[in-house]
């Protein structure tokens, strides 16, 4: 079994994204570095939380690997969207001032 079929099976999208909204919240209403730092802990032990609740409280590895991943998978998510955002906005900023220049 590769990589992709493992992450196939144990990646949940309703706890990755409960997960990204809840840790969205927290780095946005949090802003010191105090619980940032720990946002992709919280977000592990909040997918466990969310993966356990969605199987009816039955603890398996299975279900706390799915845990697990799905909510580090949030995190992961949150990244890989800011650094679009950021790719993308400096390439609007670029274009914008070339614009008023050759005005």
Do not use: Q, R
């Amino acid at each position: 079994m590769n990589l992709i079929e493992v992450l196939k099976e144990y990646l949940v999208v309703t706890i990755i994204l409960i997960c990204l909204v809840v840790g969205y919240i927290l780095k946005n209403i949090v802003t010191t570095d105090k619980i940032n730092k720990f946002i992709s802990l919280i977000m592990a032990v909040l997918g466990v939380i969310l993966s356990l609740w969605m199987h009816t409280w039955t603890f398996t590895p299975d279900v706390l690997l799915a845990g697990l991943i799905s909510g580090l998978a949030s995190s992961g998510a949150y990244d890989g969207f800011k650094g679009i955002k950021e790719y993308f906005g400096d390439i609007t900023d670029k274009f914008i001032s070339s614009e008023k220049k050759n005005e």
